[in-house]
Protein backbone atom coordinates (compact mmCIF):
# COMPACT_ATOMS: atom_id res chain seq x y z
CA UNK A 1 0.00 0.00 0.00
CA UNK A 2 1.32 3.24 -0.61
CA UNK A 3 0.27 6.70 0.88
CA UNK A 4 1.16 10.60 0.78
CA UNK A 5 -0.31 12.61 3.19
CA UNK A 6 1.26 17.08 3.91
CA UNK A 7 -0.76 19.24 6.09
CA UNK A 8 -1.80 22.35 4.94
CA UNK A 9 -0.27 22.27 1.71
CA UNK A 10 -1.52 21.61 -1.77
CA UNK A 11 0.70 18.74 -3.74
CA UNK A 12 0.36 17.54 -6.89
CA UNK A 13 0.50 14.27 -8.08
CA UNK A 14 1.14 11.73 -10.57
CA UNK A 15 1.29 7.59 -10.45
CA UNK A 16 2.39 4.72 -12.90
CA UNK A 17 1.69 1.30 -12.54
CA UNK A 18 4.29 -0.46 -14.79
CA UNK A 19 5.10 2.42 -16.60
CA UNK A 20 1.49 3.09 -17.22
CA UNK A 21 -0.86 6.26 -15.82
CA UNK A 22 -2.77 5.25 -13.67
CA UNK A 23 -5.75 6.92 -14.67
CA UNK A 24 -8.46 6.67 -11.67
CA UNK A 25 -6.78 9.64 -9.63
CA UNK A 26 -6.40 12.78 -10.97
CA UNK A 27 -2.91 14.66 -11.73
CA UNK A 28 -3.35 17.65 -8.73
CA UNK A 29 -5.31 16.37 -5.79
CA UNK A 30 -5.27 18.46 -2.14
CA UNK A 31 -4.48 17.05 1.09
CA UNK A 32 -5.63 18.32 4.29
CA UNK A 33 -4.08 15.85 6.27
CA UNK A 34 -6.02 12.61 5.25
CA UNK A 35 -3.86 9.93 3.91
CA UNK A 36 -4.23 9.19 0.52
CA UNK A 37 -5.30 5.15 0.52
CA UNK A 38 -5.93 2.65 -2.37
CA UNK A 39 -8.23 -0.11 -1.57
CA UNK A 40 -7.97 -4.01 -2.40
CA UNK A 41 -11.59 -3.42 -3.97
CA UNK A 42 -9.65 -0.78 -6.71
CA UNK A 43 -7.24 -3.51 -7.93
CA UNK A 44 -8.00 -6.75 -9.28
CA UNK A 45 -6.00 -9.36 -11.38
CA UNK A 46 -2.59 -8.43 -12.27
CA UNK A 47 -3.59 -4.68 -10.95
CA UNK A 48 -4.01 -7.02 -7.56
CA UNK A 49 -0.61 -8.91 -8.00
CA UNK A 50 1.35 -5.82 -8.93
CA UNK A 51 -0.17 -2.97 -6.54
CA UNK A 52 2.79 -2.40 -3.98
CA UNK A 53 5.13 -1.59 -7.41
CA UNK A 54 2.52 1.76 -7.43
CA UNK A 55 4.59 4.92 -6.75
CA UNK A 56 3.27 8.39 -5.75
CA UNK A 57 5.22 11.43 -6.41
CA UNK A 58 4.66 14.23 -4.93
CA UNK A 59 5.34 18.08 -5.61
CA UNK A 60 4.68 21.15 -3.12
CA UNK A 61 3.00 23.90 -4.16
CA UNK A 62 2.40 28.06 -2.75
CA UNK A 63 -0.81 28.62 -2.54
CA UNK A 64 -0.02 31.13 -5.30
CA UNK A 65 1.45 28.70 -7.65
CA UNK A 66 -1.60 26.76 -7.92
CA UNK A 67 -3.70 29.45 -8.14
CA UNK A 68 -1.77 30.47 -11.64
CA UNK A 69 -1.53 26.50 -12.64
CA UNK A 70 -5.44 26.61 -12.16
CA UNK A 71 -5.75 29.56 -14.07
CA UNK A 72 -3.98 28.51 -17.42
CA UNK A 73 -5.50 25.12 -17.22
CA UNK A 74 -8.68 26.77 -17.40
CA UNK A 75 -7.37 29.19 -20.08
CA UNK A 76 -6.35 26.29 -22.35
CA UNK A 77 -9.62 24.46 -22.14
CA UNK A 78 -12.03 27.50 -22.66
CA UNK A 79 -13.32 28.60 -26.17
CA UNK A 80 -13.08 32.40 -25.23
CA UNK A 81 -10.69 34.17 -26.06
CA UNK A 82 -9.59 36.42 -23.26
CA UNK A 83 -9.59 40.40 -24.17
CA UNK A 84 -6.66 41.94 -22.86
CA UNK A 85 -7.00 45.61 -22.00
CA UNK A 86 -4.39 47.70 -23.14
CA UNK A 87 -1.52 49.56 -20.55
CA UNK A 88 -3.13 52.65 -18.94
CA UNK A 89 -1.68 55.95 -20.42
CA UNK A 90 -1.47 58.93 -19.12
CA UNK A 91 -3.19 61.97 -20.53
CA UNK A 92 -3.49 65.44 -20.42
CA UNK A 93 -3.30 67.50 -17.06
CA UNK A 94 -4.83 70.26 -16.95
CA UNK A 95 -3.59 73.26 -15.20
CA UNK A 96 -5.05 73.48 -11.24
CA UNK A 97 -8.27 74.93 -10.34
CA UNK A 98 -8.24 78.07 -7.71
CA UNK A 99 -9.30 78.29 -4.24
CA UNK A 100 -11.18 81.69 -2.98
CA UNK A 101 -8.99 83.01 -0.82
CA UNK A 102 -11.72 83.59 1.79
CA UNK A 103 -11.68 80.09 2.42
CA UNK A 104 -8.56 78.64 5.11
CA UNK A 105 -5.78 76.84 3.62
CA UNK A 106 -4.18 73.42 5.18
CA UNK A 107 -0.36 75.01 6.43
CA UNK A 108 1.95 72.77 3.58
CA UNK A 109 -0.28 75.10 0.62
CA UNK A 110 2.63 77.20 -1.34
CA UNK A 111 5.39 74.76 -0.09
CA UNK A 112 6.34 71.59 -2.58
CA UNK A 113 7.35 69.66 0.52
CA UNK A 114 5.38 67.16 2.83
CA UNK A 115 4.37 67.95 6.50
CA UNK A 116 5.58 66.29 8.81
CA UNK A 117 3.49 63.61 11.24
CA UNK A 118 3.26 64.95 14.67
CA UNK A 119 4.27 62.71 17.19
CA UNK A 120 1.65 63.91 19.77
CA UNK A 121 -1.80 62.23 20.36
CA UNK A 122 -4.63 65.13 19.46
CA UNK A 123 -7.47 64.33 22.26
CA UNK A 124 -10.41 65.97 21.18
CA UNK A 125 -13.08 67.97 23.06
CA UNK A 126 -16.42 68.51 22.25
CA UNK A 127 -16.15 71.33 19.59
CA UNK A 128 -13.53 69.51 18.04
CA UNK A 129 -15.53 66.36 17.75
CA UNK A 130 -18.15 68.72 16.02
CA UNK A 131 -15.81 69.82 13.93
CA UNK A 132 -14.80 66.55 12.94
CA UNK A 133 -18.31 65.27 12.26
CA UNK A 134 -18.87 68.27 9.86
CA UNK A 135 -15.76 67.84 7.51
CA UNK A 136 -17.33 63.69 7.71
CA UNK A 137 -20.62 64.45 6.19
CA UNK A 138 -19.01 66.94 3.83
CA UNK A 139 -16.36 64.38 2.60
CA UNK A 140 -19.59 61.57 2.28
CA UNK A 141 -21.77 63.72 0.26
CA UNK A 142 -18.76 64.19 -1.86
CA UNK A 143 -17.11 61.40 -2.42
CA UNK A 144 -21.10 59.63 -3.07
CA UNK A 145 -21.69 62.60 -5.72
CA UNK A 146 -18.66 62.06 -7.32
CA UNK A 147 -19.02 58.07 -7.29
CA UNK A 148 -22.26 59.26 -9.66
CA UNK A 149 -20.33 60.78 -12.37
CA UNK A 150 -18.03 57.61 -13.03
CA UNK A 151 -19.58 56.34 -16.41
CA UNK A 152 -17.81 55.80 -19.87
CA UNK A 153 -16.50 58.55 -21.66
CA UNK A 154 -16.30 60.60 -18.91
CA UNK A 155 -12.72 61.85 -17.82
CA UNK A 156 -10.96 61.90 -14.84
CA UNK A 157 -10.73 65.68 -15.29
CA UNK A 158 -13.92 66.49 -15.35
CA UNK A 159 -14.52 64.37 -11.94
CA UNK A 160 -12.10 66.35 -10.68
CA UNK A 161 -13.52 69.54 -11.43
CA UNK A 162 -17.29 68.28 -10.00
CA UNK A 163 -15.53 67.28 -6.52
CA UNK A 164 -13.31 70.90 -6.55
CA UNK A 165 -16.25 72.64 -6.95
CA UNK A 166 -18.39 70.85 -4.35
CA UNK A 167 -15.96 71.47 -1.73
CA UNK A 168 -15.11 74.93 -2.36
CA UNK A 169 -19.21 75.54 -2.29
CA UNK A 170 -19.09 74.07 1.24
CA UNK A 171 -16.81 76.73 2.23
CA UNK A 172 -13.38 73.69 2.58
CA UNK A 173 -10.86 73.26 0.78
CA UNK A 174 -9.90 69.95 -1.08
CA UNK A 175 -6.71 68.39 0.86
CA UNK A 176 -4.68 67.07 -2.50
CA UNK A 177 -4.31 70.31 -3.97
CA UNK A 178 -0.61 71.29 -3.39
CA UNK A 179 0.13 68.72 -0.79
CA UNK A 180 3.75 67.56 -1.78
CA UNK A 181 3.14 69.16 -5.00
CA UNK A 182 0.03 67.46 -6.02
CA UNK A 183 -2.02 69.11 -8.62
CA UNK A 184 -5.29 68.09 -8.64
CA UNK A 185 -8.38 68.51 -6.33
CA UNK A 186 -8.68 64.52 -6.23
CA UNK A 187 -7.00 61.42 -6.89
CA UNK A 188 -8.22 59.03 -9.10
CA UNK A 189 -6.67 55.94 -9.49
CA UNK A 190 -7.61 53.97 -12.89
CA UNK A 191 -6.80 50.16 -13.41
CA UNK A 192 -3.11 49.31 -12.72
CA UNK A 193 -3.07 52.86 -11.12
CA UNK A 194 -3.32 51.36 -7.44
CA UNK A 195 -3.40 55.01 -5.49
CA UNK A 196 -2.84 58.85 -5.84
CA UNK A 197 -3.58 58.65 -9.62
CA UNK A 198 -3.72 62.40 -11.04
CA UNK A 199 -6.93 63.21 -13.03
CA UNK A 200 -6.46 64.13 -16.61
CA UNK A 201 -8.14 64.02 -19.92
CA UNK A 202 -8.46 60.46 -20.08
CA UNK A 203 -11.99 59.03 -20.83
CA UNK A 204 -12.80 56.38 -18.78
CA UNK A 205 -13.81 53.01 -20.58
CA UNK A 206 -16.26 50.44 -20.77
CA UNK A 207 -14.80 47.85 -17.91
CA UNK A 208 -12.28 49.94 -15.89
CA UNK A 209 -11.79 49.76 -12.66
CA UNK A 210 -11.64 52.93 -10.77
CA UNK A 211 -11.17 54.40 -7.13
CA UNK A 212 -11.35 58.26 -5.81
CA UNK A 213 -9.85 59.47 -2.89
CA UNK A 214 -12.03 62.16 -1.69
CA UNK A 215 -10.34 64.24 1.46
CA UNK A 216 -11.59 67.70 2.46
CA UNK A 217 -9.86 70.59 5.06
CA UNK A 218 -12.90 72.10 6.85
CA UNK A 219 -12.73 73.76 10.44
CA UNK A 220 -8.96 72.88 10.99
CA UNK A 221 -9.80 69.15 10.07
CA UNK A 222 -9.04 67.07 7.40
CA UNK A 223 -11.11 64.15 6.25
CA UNK A 224 -10.09 61.37 4.04
CA UNK A 225 -12.84 59.11 2.19
CA UNK A 226 -11.96 56.64 -0.54
CA UNK A 227 -14.34 54.42 -2.91
Known sequence: MAFAAAQGASLQLSSSLHGEPFSSFSKSTLFMGAPLTF??????????????????????????????????????????????????????????????????????????????????????????????????????????????????????????????????????YPSPLGYGGFPKSVCTSVNECMCHGIPDSRQLQDGDIINIDVTVYLNLVAVVLSI
Not at 88 to 113: A, T
Not at 125 to 131: F, K, N
Open 39 to 172: SASTLSGKQLYSRNKLVVFSKKLSGLEEAMRIRRERELTSDTKVRRRPPLRRGKVSPRLPVPDHIPKPPYVGSNLLPEISSEYQIHDSEGIACMRAACELAARVLDNAGKLVRPSVTTNEIDKAVHQMIIDAGA
